[in-house]
């Protein structure tokens, strides 16, 4: 059996969990991700590991200088430089987000094909990119889609205020073009993918403790206090 062909059939008996955190630029989910696998390491006897998108492999890299301006391409180049990078994230033989699951461990992930769904959908058809995505979504559907939806205004001040340096999304006009191209995917895939909106406007605490929340009826229903 190929390794290609392996992961299919690892992933239907998969003993890990796989969920991933979405929002636009400065919804608050990296520092979420941080938050919530310190509190599941305490509680769960499962490694838990955190990861992003785009990865930190070689096409992971090439995307990074072309969203940083670095590198000078199209939209659509972009769009399906993410889903190869994203199937080298998945299949890595060593690191591969596949391979974490296969040994029962817990991946949280900042960013997955929601993201491109919703960020390339700006520049062309929204199913087009999710037919470019279609591989990935057969390969493995995360177990749990968490959107952190904050205002695009709140965001953009975070923003401005927290960066020296910004990427070609990064502006309030995208943002608030990205945060309906996320509803219009949530949408068109509600039938086929976990999402659950978290209102991300509250106080830090008050978000961690409702993504917390989510996360446990996921991976241990059985220690959330009712």
Known sequence: MSYYRGIF???KDKKGW???????DGSGKTTQIKNIAARLSEILPNEVNTTF????????KLIRKMLAGQIETDQRTIASLFA??????LLDRK????RKLAM?????????????????AQHM???WVIQANSLNAEILRPDLNIFIDVEPEVCFDRIMANRTSFDMYEKKDILEAVRANYFKAFEILKHDEKIIIID???????????VFDAVMHLVAPEKVQT
Do not use: M, W
Not at 18 to 24: A, D, L, M, S, Y
Not at 104 to 120: E, K, P, Q, T
């Open 9 to 11: 059939k690892l992933n």
């Open 18 to 24: 796989f969920i991933v955190f979405e929002g636009i």
């Open 53 to 60: 998108e785009p990865s930190d492999g070689p096409v992971g």
């Open 84 to 89: 190869a990078d994203r199937t080298d994230h």
């Open 95 to 98: 690191n591969g987000i596949c």
């Open 104 to 120: 029962g461990n817990i991946v949280l992930c900042d960013r997955y094909y929601f993201s491109s769904y919703a960020y390339h």
């Open 125 to 127: 058809d929204l199913r």
């Open 200 to 210: 991300g406007n509250r106080s830090l605490k008050q978000v961690e403790d409702s």
